[in-house]
């Protein structure tokens, strides 16, 4: 049965299935947003059907993801932050780690942006593709970029959202910049005949768009809260906590994309259909992911929120509830992947080459849902407790063994290879967490 936080400092709560369904159920849909974005930018690209233009869109989307999820602590870490400040009952931090996330977002953005053009040559050196995929890619990179502070603006507003459990407010932005991205993309990129060029500036727009309408949501509601006192903000104590928890996730987060990178790149040098059809595939696994993502990000608010009031048994009961519902939804998303994945693929790509080859691999991205259920909920409850060092190591070994697997398995068996040691990295990455939970459970309460 649920317990009710009494600690002297922390609001009173539950954890239920409903507390957990609250942000989940929202969150789920506005994550899978995200990935419905990446279909379409995917399927205004095939429609040229020019398998060179939809692996550069592809390798451009990753330089992209390398930098940018590189700084999800921005999101993430606010929303440990403020959920822990919410249990407290400290109105004051939750005002003070957001704007302390605004200007970091700033700072790094303008930074992101002035380097778009070598982050594009970089990409092209280590994708090493053709010629007209570097093109492509380099088209893509030099104009998404543009992008940077808004993007990171956004990561910051919705991780103040969701680090107060509102599910449904960050629902809302979502689909504000995710259908604003979509119906440009489909205008500028396939009715004006802008490709990739198109599709890019259809991501800056909508990301300008989201930072505008969020801003002005929270600076309101700030407008009718306690004062911030201007020191507050810049709390030095605060600040360095927040750098060490940023660090972490960042390193987590950069050994993620780094591990993608790999696979991407491998995938590359199978040949350009296979890279293309790779690419399809990986939306798949994107759909699965953040399908699994709502209910992570319930285990970040309700874990983070129970250490903010030193709440044990709502610390275990949002670790189980959210594994549970995870692991149902895993199990729907890849049981619907493998029944409507071959008509998805017909769908998001005109060339025969393509689909031939991803309909091969289908069942490997389809049961992508199952082998990462566990790491995608272990994420959730570890940025939650702001456990940032366990998440940073986990990753930084799971990273090795995947590599290892890599090299033996990719050679051996080729793109069946790549994709078993994708599997071994996701499995890997969440029962090392499982493994030291309870340790760490044990020390917090």
């Given at each position: 049965?649920?317990?009710?936080?009494?600690?002297?400092?922390?609001?009173?709560?539950?954890?239920?299935?409903?507390?957990?369904?609250?942000?989940?159920?929202?969150?789920?849909?506005?994550?899978?947003?995200?990935?419905?974005?990446?279909?379409?930018?995917?399927?205004?690209?095939?429609?040229?059907?020019?398998?060179?233009?939809?692996?550069?869109?592809?390798?451009?989307?990753?330089?992209?993801?390398?930098?940018?999820?590189?700084?999800?602590?921005?999101?993430?870490?606010?929303?440990?932050?403020?959920?822990?400040?919410?249990?407290?009952?400290?109105?004051?931090?939750?005002?003070?780690?957001?704007?302390?996330?605004?200007?970091?977002?700033?700072?790094?953005?303008?930074v992101l942006a002035a380097l778009a053009p070598l982050f594009a040559t970089a990409g092209q050196w280590f994708m090493d593709a053709e010629p007209r995929v570097s093109e492509a890619m380099a088209v893509y990179i030099r104009?998404?970029?543009?992008?940077?502070?808004?993007?990171?603006?956004?990561?910051?507003?919705?991780?103040?959202?969701?680090?107060?459990?509102?599910?449904?407010?960050?629902?809302?932005?979502?689909?504000?910049?995710?259908?604003?991205?979509?119906?440009?993309?489909?205008?500028?990129?396939?009715?004006?005949?802008?490709?990739?060029?198109?599709?890019?500036?259809?991501?800056?727009?909508?990301?300008?768009?989201?930072?505008?309408?969020?801003?002005?949501?929270?600076?309101?509601?700030?407008?009718?809260?306690?004062?911030?006192?201007?020191?507050?903000?810049?709390?030095?104590?605060?600040?360095?906590?927040?750098?060490?928890?940023?660090?972490?996730?960042?390193?987590?987060?950069?050994?993620?994309?780094?591990?993608?990178?790999?696979?991407?790149?491998?995938?590359?040098?199978?040949?350009?259909?296979?890279?293309?059809?790779?690419?399809?595939?990986?939306?798949?696994?994107?759909?699965?992911?953040?399908?699994?993502?709502?209910?992570?990000?319930?285990?970040?608010?309700?874990?983070?929120?129970?250490?903010?009031?030193?709440?044990?048994?709502?610390?275990?009961?949002?670790?189980?509830?959210?594994?549970?519902?995870?692991?149902?939804?895993?199990?729907?998303?890849?049981?619907?992947?493998?029944?409507?994945?071959?008509?998805?693929?017909?769908?998001?790509?005109?060339?025969?080459?393509?689909?031939?080859?991803?309909?091969?691999?289908?069942?490997?991205?389809?049961?992508?849902?199952?082998?990462?259920?566990?790491?995608?909920?272990?994420?959730?409850?570890?940025?939650?407790?702001?456990?940032?060092?366990?998440?940073?190591?986990?990753?930084?070994?799971?990273?090795?063994?995947?590599?290892?697997?890599?090299?033996?398995?990719?050679?051996?068996?080729?793109?069946?290879?790549?994709?078993?040691?994708?599997?071994?990295?996701?499995?890997?990455?969440?029962?090392?967490?499982?493994?030291?939970?309870?340790?760490?459970?044990?020390?917090?309460?």
């Amino acid at each position: 049965m649920d317990q009710v936080s009494t600690t002297a400092n922390s609001r009173p709560f539950v954890v239920t299935n409903c507390s957990v369904l609250a942000i989940a159920v929202p969150m789920t849909l506005a994550y899978l947003t995200t990935p419905l974005l990446g279909i379409v930018d995917t399927a205004v690209i095939g429609q040229f059907g020019d398998a060179a233009l939809l692996g550069g869109l592809a390798a451009g989307a990753l330089v992209f993801d390398v930098v940018f999820t590189s700084f999800n602590f921005l999101r993430s870490g606010t929303t440990g932050l403020v959920a822990q400040a919410l249990g407290r009952g400290d109105e004051l931090e939750e005002q003070a780690v957001f704007w302390r996330a605004v200007l970091i977002a700033v700072v790094a953005g303008i930074v992101l942006a002035a380097l778009a053009p070598l982050f594009a040559t970089a990409g092209q050196w280590f994708m090493d593709a053709e010629p007209r995929v570097s093109e492509a890619m380099a088209v893509y990179i030099r104009i998404r970029l543009l992008a940077a502070p808004f993007s990171l603006i956004n990561y910051a507003i919705l991780g103040y959202v969701l680090g107060r459990g509102e599910g449904g407010l960050g629902l809302m932005l979502q689909l504000v910049l995710n259908g604003i991205n979509i119906a440009l993309c489909i205008l500028l990129g396939l009715e004006l005949g802008w490709g990739v060029a198109g599709v890019a500036w259809a991501t800056v727009t909508g990301e300008f768009v989201a930072m505008l309408l969020g801003l002005a949501i929270v600076i309101r509601r700030f407008w009718a809260a306690p004062r911030l006192p201007r020191h507050r903000v810049f709390d030095l104590p605060a600040f360095l906590r927040m750098a060490s928890l940023n660090r972490d996730i960042m390193i987590r987060s950069f050994s993620l994309l780094a591990a993608f990178a790999l696979f991407t790149r491998q995938g590359a040098q199978f040949g350009t259909v296979t890279l293309a059809a790779n690419a399809v595939l990986m939306n798949f696994f994107l759909i699965a992911g953040y399908f699994l993502d709502g209910f992570a990000t319930a285990a970040e608010q309700l874990a983070g929120r129970a250490i903010g009031a030193r709440a044990a048994m709502q610390f275990r009961q949002a670790v189980r509830l959210t594994l549970f519902w995870g692991f149902g939804l895993a199990a729907t998303a890849t049981l619907v992947l493998l029944l409507g994945g071959t008509d998805l693929i017909a769908l998001i790509t005109t060339s025969q080459d393509v689909r031939a080859v991803a309909d091969i691999y289908l069942p490997w991205a389809a049961f992508t849902a199952l082998s990462g259920v566990l790491a995608f909920q272990m994420d959730g409850v570890f940025i939650g407790a702001t456990w940032s060092r366990d998440m940073r190591n986990m990753m930084l070994l799971s990273f090795l063994v995947f590599s290892a697997a890599l090299l033996i398995l990719a050679p051996a068996f080729g793109n069946h290879g790549l994709w078993a040691a994708l599997h071994v990295f996701l499995l890997v990455r969440g029962f090392s967490l499982l493994a030291i939970l309870r340790l760490r459970i044990r020390a917090a309460f």
